[in-house]
């Protein structure tokens, strides 16, 4: 807790599931930092702030801030919309993340490739270009914790476009993380297996019986149980990586090897 005291953290995609728990995670962790959340849903992330900084006795300041990682003109004014005490910022967790629909190729919509990838994958690079000039700033410190997914590791039919989303950012990570080796920034990478979350929610359309049917049988990872290791990881001596870290349930072992209760 001592290594993250202090500490200013910008978490994307704050407001729901694996990105939320991270958010209270950190404050629970150690209350004694800055924690900056980000999404499109404003309203979600101010009551989320609220119950943070209620939480931790007000010892944890709490930033909620509109963010559309899609959107490069957003992205580009993020840092200079921020206070400016709020701008040195020591760890960037890009968590922001979506899958639309099962299609197969030939019959995605454009729009459904579009958003996975200008949210997936460009989103997280620009993220990752705004955040790296106030690593570099303060002598090459600082973490950037990319969330991937069991799905870049191994594709599956009918999701062709998010796992080649979620294989970019592994690439990306990785050609990073080889850039910054004179330096002190880590470079971490975490890929969920199945978490119960909003996101099969999102990726049916809003359809809850649909989503659910995703989850019937299995015993699905808790957005907890991600957060911890993305704290976890944070609160390394810095010269301590977790590079790359494959996290399933019990009951898992790969995205179609996936054992139900009959
Ligand atoms: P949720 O749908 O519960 O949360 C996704 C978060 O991303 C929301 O806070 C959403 O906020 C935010 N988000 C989506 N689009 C944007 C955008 N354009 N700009 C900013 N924020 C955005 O799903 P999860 O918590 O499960 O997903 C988090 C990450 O984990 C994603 O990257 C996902 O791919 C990854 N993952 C999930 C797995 C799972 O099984 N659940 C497994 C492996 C990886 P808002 O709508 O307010 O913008
Ligand atoms: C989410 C995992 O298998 O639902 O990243 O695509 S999967």
């Not at 709490?62 to 921020?82: A, E, T």
């Not at 996975?116 to 410190?141: C, D, E, W, Y």
């Amino acid at each position: 807790a001592a290594r993250l005291g202090g500490k200013t953290i910008l978490i994307t995609g704050a407001s729901s599931g694996i990105g939320r728990s991270i958010a209270i995670e950190f404050s629970r962790t150690s209350p004694d930092i800055k924690l900056i959340l980000a999404a499109r849903r404003e309203e979600t992330l101010k009551e989320l702030a609220q119950s943070i900084k209620a939480e931790s006795g007000g010892q944890t300041k709490v930033l909620p801030v509109r963010l559309d990682v899609s959107s490069p003109s957003n992205v580009n004014g993020f840092i200079n919309r921020l206070p400016e005490d709020w701008r040195d910022i020591d760890v960037l967790v890009n968590n922001a993340g979506l899958v639309k629909g099962v299609d197969k190729v030939g019959e995605i919509a454009e729009e459904d490739i579009n958003i996975m990838m200008s949210t997936n994958v460009t989103g997280l690079i620009n993220m990752t270009q705004k955040i790296l000039p106030i690593f570099h700033a303060r002598g090459g410190r600082g973490d950037v914790i990319n969330v991937g997914s069991v799905a870049g590791r191994e594709p599956y039919a009918g999701g062709s476009i998010y796992c080649a989303s979620k294989a970019a950012v592994r690439s990306f990570t990785e050609s990073l993380r080889r850039e910054l080796i004179a330096t002190r920034i880590r470079v971490i990478e975490v890929d969920p297996g199945q978490v119960e979350t909003e996101f099969s929610l999102v990726r049916f359309g809003g359809d809850k019986s649909k989503a659910d049917a995703i989850y019937a049988g299995c015993e699905p990872l808790t957005p907890e149980d991600i957060a911890e290791i993305v704290v976890f990881a944070a609160g390394r001596r810095e010269n301590v990586v977790l590079a790359d870290t494959l996290v399933y349930p019990s009951h898992q072992a790969g995205v179609s090897a996936m054992h139900r209760r009959t």
